[in-house]
């Protein structure tokens, strides 16, 4: 599982604590980010760490996951252009900096999409991850998706290698509610 950079907050900032969402509720309900754009659940054995900018969350679970999510509006070309947007995700994400190597994508793959949103791309990935206590081979879907309004949600859902199918049910009511409350149809 990733270590946290620069751009990805680290769990040690101090606002809000993990016991502590923005909205005031404990860990194990949900935090609110990108100003109320997005609500992300923290379901019963997952951890949450949400940034400093109110903008990111970083949620790891007892399984080794990682969910990663971001809302943002981006300028440029990345505002209309999903495959664009979620390229500079994997490019911003998966890279040595962050301990990843072996790194093998997918393609970006445009979705359909519906309500507010404009467009919707993912990337699927598999990778080793290298942190201070060894390696890890891993796999996940990388996912931008760009509404009417400007607003650019980002997200990461990382497993270890051979387990993405498996965990599914640890990640998903994750993903159904990030998911739903970015482009409530």
């Known amino acids: 599982t990733p270590t946290p950079t620069e751009t990805t907050p680290t769990p040690t900032e101090t606002t809000p604590t993990p016991t502590e969402t923005e909205t005031g509720g404990p860990a194990g309900d949900e935090v609110v980010i990108g100003g109320g754009a997005v609500v992300v659940p923290v379901p019963a054995g997952w951890e949450a760490f949400p940034g400093e900018s109110g903008n990111v969350v970083h949620l790891f679970s007892d399984e080794g996951d990682w969910f990663f999510v971001l809302v943002d509006a981006p300028e440029g070309g990345a505002q209309t252009n999903p495959a664009a947007s979620v390229s500079q995700l ?75 199918e498996a965990h599914e049910p640890l990640w998903l009511p994750i993903w159904e509610g990030v998911i739903g409350s970015f482009n409530p149809v």
């Not at 962050?98 to 994508?105: A, T, V």
């Open 90 to 164: 994997a490019d911003l994400v998966l890279n040595a900096e962050n301990g990843y190597s072996n790194i093998e994508l997918t393609e970006a793959v445009p979705q359909e999409v519906s309500g507010a949103l404009v467009g919707r791309a993912d990337i699927g990935y598999s990778a080793t991850w290298t942190g201070n206590q060894g390696g890890l081979d891993v796999e996940g879907a990388l996912v931008a998706a760009i509404r009417q309004d400007g607003l650019r949600l980002s997200l990461v859902v990382e497993t270890p290698r051979g387990q993405f």
